[in-house]
């Protein structure tokens, strides 16, 4: 059987819960005003949120792994830089400017 509410479908599930389970969910259902139906169905949609959060995380954290071993490889093999990269090429854009400023360019 299933029931049309709001956008989705619901499908009908049968499932066995621990006695102390359906005592918490019913008491929790009836202080909020839900059914227990509803509260089963966000617990559900956060486990399934966090799960998807917690995947990513994992796969951005595998992600920075191989970059980091990459870095690693890359200086075992070429070595570092002995200087500032970044400050010497500001430092020869200034002085571009600076000639260009005064023609000398």
């Known amino acids: 059987m299933q029931v049309e509410v709001s956008m989705s479908t619901l499908c009908r599930a049968q499932l066995l819960l621990e006695s102390e389970q359906h005592e918490a969910l019913a008491e929790i259902a009836q202080q909020e005003g839900r059914s227990i139906s509803e509260l089963v169905r966000e617990i559900i949609r956060q486990h399934l949120i966090a799960r998807d959060k917690e995947a990513i995380r994992r796969q951005e954290l595998q992600a920075i792994e191989e970059l980091a071993q990459i870095c690693a490889r890359l200086k075992e093999e070429h070595g570092v830089y002995p200087s500032d990269l970044l400050?010497?090429?500001?430092?020869?854009?200034?002085?571009?400017m600076e000639r260009l400023w005064r023609g000398e360019a």
């Open 87 to 96: 400050a010497e090429v500001r430092a020869e854009r200034e002085e571009e």
